[in-house]
């Protein structure tokens, strides 16, 4: 680790950006499907949308839960498989596969072809924010777990205020499959940016399969994982649907999806900063207050987003409430395993997208079903109570475990 001490302080922050930049690019492959979803399902089901456009979107909306299910596989898979490799290496294989997967997304010539290479896409996402939040958390210094992972997903969230609006504008107006290589060329520069920038980082002594298989068998990473995943889906069945939601129930242009994308993003900005910002001091605190906002968010988006201002402020505090649970869930699960790190990380990574999975599938579901475009706002409320609760089981068992450590 002397290396990294003897760094000055413009190379790590020149360092820790090359991380965040991969945090960007995935940030525009995750959420740009959620704004082009009506673009995508023209082109790849033209029949289903002919006859129904409403069940044509939610049939397109499994484009979305195919990644998040590569997410869910590949996550804890190359903890395990990667766990002796040096962090920056695993970094940049990461973002190799990413790059690949990316294209062949866009050059996918079937609906069924682009959900496969859609799954593959997802299989790098888990651990690169775990390896790459480490990495950065190791170039901070100690104690830095909850704010390392907040600057890598600093760069999701700045996707979410630039990019994916920008790169939204370019799928509607040059087709969706040039955004996506859009999407992989800056896959491409992040790697080129990591090979470049970042130093290698020595992986932990005491790191092996076995230790982070074992992670798996604590009560308290499963019950924490289920909360990350339930809690966290409703955003996700928000987020999902909100260009329908803005041109269909606030009645307003496509022109004007992007720039509710900005104002989710900004929020998502907020949200992400607050929460690096303070679970490293208050876990506990954050993720209470995070859920009750993410609740209040998505009950005052569905009751006012046929107009403008409610889509508008609705979305900003979807994003800033649910981002803020991010970093803290993360330090979270890397603190009820301790000595599995990469798996703490990933299993986060994991819960994040069963939470996008089941988000996008039951936000379809209810659509589908005839409910309205603003009905999975109203199941997020459910998901983000039933959440709630779950943290405060979990934060209940550790006050409990306490007294019994002492005696």
């Given at each position: 680790?002397?290396?990294?001490?003897?760094?000055?302080?413009?190379?790590?922050?020149?360092?820790?950006?090359?991380?965040?930049?991969?945090?960007?690019?995935?940030?525009l492959?995750?959420?740009?499907?959620?704004?082009?979803?009506?673009?995508?399902?023209?082109?790849?089901?033209?029949?289903?949308?002919a006859?129904?456009?409403?069940?044509?979107?939610?049939q397109?909306?499994?484009?979305?839960?195919?990644?998040?299910?590569?997410?869910?596989?590949?996550?804890?898979?190359?903890?395990?498989?990667?766990?002796?490799?040096?962090?920056?290496?695993?970094v940049?294989?990461?973002?190799?596969?990413?790059?690949v997967?990316?294209?062949?997304?866009?050059?996918?010539?079937?609906?069924?072809?682009?959900?496969?290479?859609?799954?593959?896409?997802?299989?790098?996402?888990?651990?690169?924010?775990?390896?790459?939040?480490?990495?950065?958390?190791?170039?901070?210094?100690?104690?830095?777990?909850a704010?390392?992972?907040?600057?890598?997903?600093?760069?999701?969230?700045l996707?979410?205020?630039?990019?994916?609006?920008?790169?939204?504008?370019?799928?509607?107006?040059?087709?969706?499959?040039?955004a996506?290589?859009?999407?992989?060329?800056?896959?491409?520069?992040?790697t080129?940016?990591?090979?470049?920038?970042?130093?290698?980082?020595?992986?932990?002594?005491?790191?092996?399969?076995?230790?982070?298989?074992?992670?798996?068998?604590?009560?308290?990473?499963?019950?924490?994982?289920?909360?990350?995943?339930?809690?966290?889906?409703?955003?996700?069945?928000?987020?999902?649907?909100?260009?329908?939601?803005?041109?269909?129930?606030?009645?307003?242009?496509?022109?004007?999806?992007?720039?509710?994308?900005?104002?989710?993003?900004?929020?998502?900005?907020?949200?992400?900063?607050?929460?690096?910002?303070?679970?490293?001091?208050?876990?506990?605190?954050?993720?209470?207050?995070?859920?009750?906002?993410?609740?209040?968010?998505?009950?005052?988006?569905?009751?006012?987003?046929?107009?403008?201002?409610g889509?508008?402020?609705?979305?900003?505090?979807?994003?800033?409430?649910?981002?803020?649970?991010?970093?803290?869930?993360?330090?979270?699960?890397?603190?009820?395993?301790?000595?599995?790190?990469?798996?703490?990380?990933?299993?986060?990574?994991?819960?994040?997208?069963?939470?996008?999975?089941?988000g996008?599938?039951?936000?379809?579901?209810?659509?589908?079903?005839?409910?309205?475009?603003?009905?999975?706002a109203w199941?997020?409320?459910?998901?983000g109570?039933?959440?709630?609760?779950?943290a405060?089981?979990?934060?209940?068992?550790?006050?409990?475990?306490?007294?019994?450590?002492?005696?």
């Amino acid at each position: 680790m002397e290396s990294l001490n003897l760094l000055n302080r413009r190379k790590r922050l020149v360092a820790l950006l090359a991380l965040a930049l991969g945090g960007v690019a995935i940030g525009l492959t995750e959420f740009v499907a959620m704004g082009l979803l009506p673009e995508m399902t023209r082109d790849l089901l033209p029949d289903v949308w002919a006859r129904t456009p409403e069940t044509a979107v939610a049939q397109t909306g499994w484009v979305i839960t195919a990644y998040a299910m590569g997410v869910v596989v590949g996550a804890p898979l190359i903890a395990v498989l990667a766990v002796r490799m040096p962090r920056k290496r695993l970094v940049l294989s990461l973002l190799v596969l990413f790059t690949v997967a990316t294209v062949a997304s866009a050059l996918a010539p079937t609906f069924e072809t682009v959900l496969a290479a859609r799954f593959v896409a997802g299989i790098p996402h888990g651990a690169y924010f775990g390896a790459a939040g480490l990495l950065a958390a190791a170039l901070m210094g100690p104690g830095n777990e909850a704010r390392g992972f907040a600057i890598v997903l600093g760069g999701l969230t700045l996707a979410n205020v630039a990019g994916v609006p920008a790169i939204t504008h370019l799928g509607q107006t040059s087709g969706w499959r040039i955004a996506y290589l859009v999407i992989a060329a800056v896959f491409l520069l992040t790697t080129l940016a990591v090979l470049a920038l970042v130093p290698p980082v020595p992986t932990p002594v005491q790191g092996s399969p076995a230790a982070e298989l074992r992670a798996l068998g604590r009560p308290q990473v499963w019950l924490v994982a289920v909360t990350a995943a339930i809690g966290f889906a409703g955003f996700f069945a928000v987020n999902t649907y909100i260009s329908p939601v803005t041109t269909e129930v606030a009645g307003l242009s496509t022109g004007q999806v992007p720039w509710v994308l900005v104002s989710l993003g900004l929020g998502m900005t907020v949200g992400n900063a607050y929460g690096g910002m303070f679970a490293d001091r208050n876990l506990r605190g954050v993720v209470i207050v995070s859920f009750c906002g993410a609740i209040c968010s998505m009950a005052f988006f569905a009751d006012t987003a046929r107009t403008v201002t409610g889509v508008y402020i609705g979305a900003f505090l979807i994003g800033a409430t649910c981002l803020a649970l991010g970093p803290a869930l993360q330090a979270r699960l890397i603190a009820v395993a301790p000595d599995a790190q990469l798996m703490g990380a990933a299993v986060n990574q994991s819960a994040m997208n069963i939470a996008n999975s089941l988000g996008a599938a039951v936000g379809g579901l209810v659509i589908a079903r005839g409910y309205g475009y603003l009905a999975p706002a109203w199941t997020g409320v459910a998901l983000g109570v039933a959440g709630l609760l779950l943290a405060i089981v979990s934060f209940a068992l550790d006050r409990e475990r306490r007294p019994l450590a002492r005696t």
